[in-house]
Structure formats: structure tokens, C-alpha cells
């Protein structure tokens, strides 16, 4: 039985764009939602904070965190205020996320990994 794979994440993302080619070349079909275009759905994120925790989703290394000024960073301190800010900036959110088979959660491109979940 095939797994349904739906990868989130932003079209002009480099780690987005290396892991939708990774997918590519292993022949797996991939559903790709894009946060930019298609907003964040929220019910997911709640799945997604509940599978991996809302510390790995915020991506504190990206521009996007960069840019906010320190109130807005400081104001990031549980689930909620999180939550708050993804809602409110997707770029934030670390990429891809990816839903295998509606079971499994994973944050960010590696290869390996991948490969064992296919």
C-alpha cells in the first residue's frame, strides 16, 4: 500500500525545492501544499505541534525570525503564542513539513530518513 505524502512549505524555498526533487527522482508521489499561496491550515499545525512540538516548527535560524523585532521574538515562549505567530508569518515555519501517510510528522529535508520511511 501506497503512503500519501503532503509536503508544506514555500514554492522559492531552497530546502523545499531540494526535498520536492529528492521526492521526484524516487518516483513518489507527493501532494504539495504551499503556505504562501494556500495559507497554513490550522488544524494541521495543531497535529504538527502535537507530533513534533511547536520549539522545532519555529525556525529561529531563517530571515523571517531574524527580521521580527525583539518584543515579537521574546513573545514566542509557549504553544499558543507560537501558534500565534505561524498563523500570522507561515515563512516562519520551519520546511518542509511532511505528513506520511497521515501518521507521521517530519520537519526539515534528510535524505536518509526519507529513504527508510519510503
Same mark, same amino acid.
Given at each position: 500500500?501506497?503512503?500519501?505524502?503532503?509536503?508544506?512549505?514555500?514554492?522559492?524555498?531552497?530546502?523545499?525545492?531540494?526535498?520536492?526533487? @529528492?521526492?521526484?527522482?524516487?518516483?513518489?508521489?507527493?501532494?504539495?501544499?504551499?503556505?504562501?499561496?494556500?495559507?497554513?491550515?490550522?488544524?494541521?499545525?495543531?497535529? @504538527?505541534?502535537?507530533?513534533?512540538?511547536?520549539?522545532?516548527?519555529?525556525?529561529?535560524?531563517?530571515?523571517? @525570525?531574524?527580521?521580527?523585532?525583539?518584543?515579537?521574538?521574546?513573545?514566542?515562549?509557549?504553544?499558543?503564542?507560537?501558534?500565534?505567530?505561524?498563523?500570522?508569518?507561515?515563512?516562519?515555519?520551519?520546511?518542509?513539513?511532511?505528513?506520511?501517510?497521515?501518521?507521521?510528522?517530519?520537519?526539515?529535508?534528510?535524505?536518509?530518513? @526519507?529513504?527508510?520511511?519510503?
Amino acid at each position: 500500500m501506497k503512503k500519501s505524502i503532503t509536503l508544506y512549505g514555500i514554492t522559492n524555498c531552497d530546502t523545499v525545492k531540494k526535498a520536492r526533487t @529528492w521526492l521526484a527522482g524516487q518516483a513518489v508521489e507527493v501532494s504539495f501544499h504551499d503556505f504562501k499561496k494556500q495559507g497554513v491550515p490550522e488544524q494541521r499545525l495543531d497535529t @504538527w505541534m502535537a507530533a513534533v512540538g511547536w520549539e522545532k516548527l519555529v525556525n529561529r535560524q531563517g530571515t523571517t @525570525w531574524r527580521k521580527l523585532d525583539a518584543a515579537a521574538q521574546a513573545a514566542v515562549t509557549d504553544a499558543q503564542s507560537a501558534r500565534a505567530l505561524m498563523l500570522a508569518q507561515p515563512s516562519v515555519i520551519k520546511r518542509p513539513v511532511v505528513e506520511w501517510g497521515g501518521t507521521e510528522v517530519t520537519v526539515g529535508f534528510a535524505a536518509i530518513d @526519507w529513504q527508510q520511511r519510503l
